[in-house]
């Protein structure tokens, strides 16, 4: 039987209510584990949108272009809205709850990110491998991990607040967002500040070396390495192994690594799915 339109409406007036602007919620690049786009809105970078259309159509535009779409445009909904779920997918939903389309299969359960690249694709990352301050997550180690030196081709770009796998933060250089930021200083010490002053996490290593940069393996590892390229700091590596990572600045203040990339609007990519339970961090 066919559902009342006044359910119907209130279903939908309840959905919008719990949707989630990226633009208040977190960067507009990013979606976390539990965000939700209502109908029109979008992740965007520069001329690159993912919007979540009100005819039901998941589409990623770059200078006007569509160039990955759903394909739910056409099967009688309108006013969806996609959210992110604990497996890694992208869930697009009618307002009755109807799920029209998921992306690829589910993963472990955990945290995940999508993110807009500054390549121009989506890629969702996750499980969570690290996190600062600690919400339970792998522990640093200060020790040298026998990191042998990477390649740079395909290296993403570095945005504000993103740190793709093989990318580096040099002396004072860091990730910000809002009043946030995540900087590798002169010293050697990775410290995450809220405003001027108010230190919400550091890594531990001042004065450990010289002319210090951070880097973020194909492993999922954040490394402090020398001018030496000795390694003075590093967190442990994700059991899911080699893989692209991301270490995001959110916007409330945490830093994570997220991992391996999964899906992608350019291509579909896939992990066995693991089960972790990491350690919590020693300040």
Partial sequence: ??????????????????????????????????????????????????TMQSDCNLVFYEQSEATFYSDT????????????NQYGQLVI?????????TS???????????????????GIYGPVVWSAPDT??????????GEEGESDDDVIPTVDNTLFSSDILGENEGLATRDYSLTMLESCSLELVKGESQYLWVSGSVGRGKHCFLRLNRMGQLTIKDDQYQSIWSTKPSPQGDGDYVLILQSNGQAAVYGPLIWATGGYYQTTPFAFSPAPISY
């Fill in 136 to 145: 339970g997550s792998a522990s640093d180690v200060l020790m040298d991990d």
């Fill in 104 to 122: 690829g299969t589910p993963a472990s359960e955990g945290r995940y990110a999508a993110v807009l690249r500054p390549d121009k694709q989506v």
């Fill in 73 to 84: 445009y056409d099967q009688g909904h309108v006013n969806c809205t996609v959210s992110l």
């Fill in 1 to 50: 039987m066919a559902m009342p339109r006044v359910v119907c409406a209130l279903l939908f007036v309840l959905s919008a209510l719990s949707c989630t602007s990226p633009s208040t919620a977190h960067d507009n690049n990013i979606m976390l584990t539990g965000d939700v786009l209502c109908p029109d809105c979008q992740l965007s970078y520069l001329d690159a949108t993912f």
């Fill in 93 to 101: 939903s009618a307002p009755d709850g109807t799920t029209v389309w």
